[in-house]
């Protein structure tokens, strides 16, 4: 992070970076520390970007101070490699580092956050924590764990986390349309929710 302007209720943005502006043009999405952030300006050695009320309530942005080493990544392309889970950049809320401890060479991270948030994960489903795609190896009712690999703590800012960090998390996006899904609309509740007979009506 090299600027942040603060306004009344939003923010700019001015990052240094290299290999993630190869190809870059404005208007184009970069990922900063898991949040999804349009490109409004490159400065010739990095590039600055918009940031609304809404996503600094939402994130751990706000947090962020010039010089703090961010995780960045590019939109994938179409025609791109799949290597990891769903992830939009859409930052569903911030959880709160409880402890650290490595395991030989793995590094494990317990992570609390809110129970409206926890209802999305599941062991060994997936999870963002700032913008990296990560397994959960545990599960509980107020906190997850995720197991670290060696690279993946040296080549992301997770390395340099401590008990007390505030980290942005974004859940698994299937699970969140399932539940929508399966939430009777309106109308649907009001002729009394989803029946056998409403769903052999409609030929299921």
Known sequence: MERIQRGRH???LTLRAELVLEGA????????NGVCLTVAALTGRGFS??????TLDRSALAGLSPGRRVNLERAMPVNGRFGGHLVAGHVDG?????RVRRDDTAIWYTVSADPK???YVVEKGSIAIDGISLTV???AERDFSVSVIPHTAARTTLGERAEGDLVNLETDI???YVEKLL????????AGGVTRELLSRYGF
Do not use: C, F, N, Y
């Open 10 to 12: 939003s923010a700019v």
């Open 117 to 119: 948030l926890l209802r």
């Open 94 to 98: 911030v959880g709160t580092i409880l």
């Open 183 to 190: 939430s009777p609309a309106p109308a649907v509740q009001k």
């Open 25 to 32: 043009k404005l208007g184009d999405s970069i990922a900063v």
């Open 174 to 176: 299937i699970g969140k």
């Open 137 to 139: 190896a545990a599960a």
């Open 49 to 54: 970007a918009d940031v609304m009320h809404e």
